[in-house]
């Protein structure tokens, strides 16, 4: 096997575009991040030879001994392992017991939270916030259209629940975006399942409450034209080329009014106190906090548990 072209003990060096592009990094890198979310931190439109400067950037810095960005907080949820559990003995296990209570059995409806792409959806589990994980919120990425078998496991475990199911959906606005909450619901229904999705994201009217323009590069997507009409942008491909203001940068740029935009253009901050207000306007709150007052009764039980258990293996 030849030696790699870039070893990993190498150092690297930065020209000076590089060295401005990895302090901007640090800067907007205040946690975890997929690539995806730093480039649109960074940059305004969709523009794949700048997606791939910037991810040169991000592997350079991330190699060698010197480590100039920290690997914790970019991500890569794309490739993970399996890690089969074990414990050097019972006293071990015992001592790494926790309990969380189920609160959806308190819950008059049983939520989960769907985002299309699965950088984002990991990138808010491992945020400092935890939201997610404070409301015990169980959550599905798409990657895009789902899959049959992963919409046939869905079911089973949505059938489970005597209750209505609520879906909270977070996904970009473009043609297939649009379509992809729409095929999901239709799905359920083909078998046998009625669900309520709530598309919370991202959507036209937020696109100023965000910042975002919505002059783009037009989308290749098959869907487009029924997209165009469904948004009055019927003659998109006959339309002149507009000048316009960046409101994020305040430069002046050309392009065409559309709808071709991506989740990640709203920023995490925004976006997480969007998703936990999304959140609470759909959980019964007082119900929810009379569970995690039993779970808190219920775990001190559990540590007394564990103190006898820990008094026996002495």
């Known amino acids: 096997m030849n030696a790699p072209k870039y070893p990993w003990e190498k ?68 490739r993970n392992p399996t890690i089969w559990r074990s414990n050097k003995n019972l006293k071990e296990y015992i001592k790494k017991l926790s309990y969380y209570r189920d609160v959806w059995q308190d819950q008059p409806t049983y939520i989960e939270v769907w985002m299309e792409d699965q950088a984002s959806l990991e990138a808010v589990k491992k945020s400092p916030r935890k939201i997610l994980q404070e409301y015990m919120i169980n959550c599905r990425y798409c990657k895009g259209f789902n899959s049959i078998g992963a919409m046939w496991e869905s079911f089973k475990f949505f059938r489970k629940f005597d209750k209505p199911i609520k879906i909270l959906y977070y996904g970009d606005l473009n043609p297939s975006g649009w379509a992809i909450p729409i095929i999901i619901v239709r799905q359920f229904e083909e078998m046998g399942l009625d669900i309520e999705l709530i598309r919370c994201a991202l ?112």
């Open 11 to 78: 150092e690297y060096k930065f020209n000076e575009n590089e060295k401005d592009l990895i302090e901007r990094i640090k800067v907007f890198l205040t946690r975890p991040l997929s690539p995806r979310w730093i480039y649109y931190g960074l940059y305004d439109v969709p523009d794949a030879k700048l997606q791939r400067e910037l991810n040169m950037v991000l592997n350079k810095a991330r190699k060698g001994h010197r480590q100039i960005l920290d690997r914790d907080m970019v991500t890569d949820d794309t």
């Open 203 to 314: 959507n036209p009217d937020q696109l100023k409450t965000f910042g975002i323009p919505q002059f783009t590069k037009i989308s290749g997507d098959p869907r487009r034209k029924e997209f165009n009409l469904t948004f009055g942008f019927e003659d998109w491909e006959n339309a002149p080329i507009q000048t316009y203001r960046d409101e994020k940068t305040q430069k002046t740029k050309k392009g065409k009014e559309h709808l071709n935009i991506d989740l990640e253009k709203i920023p995490p901050d925004l976006f997480e106190d969007m998703l936990e207000s999304d959140i609470k306007k759909h959980i019964h709150l007082d119900n929810f906090n009379k569970s995690k007052e039993k779970e808190s009764d219920e775990d001190y039980e559990l540590e007394r548990f564990k103190e006898y258990v820990g008094g026996l293996s002495k």
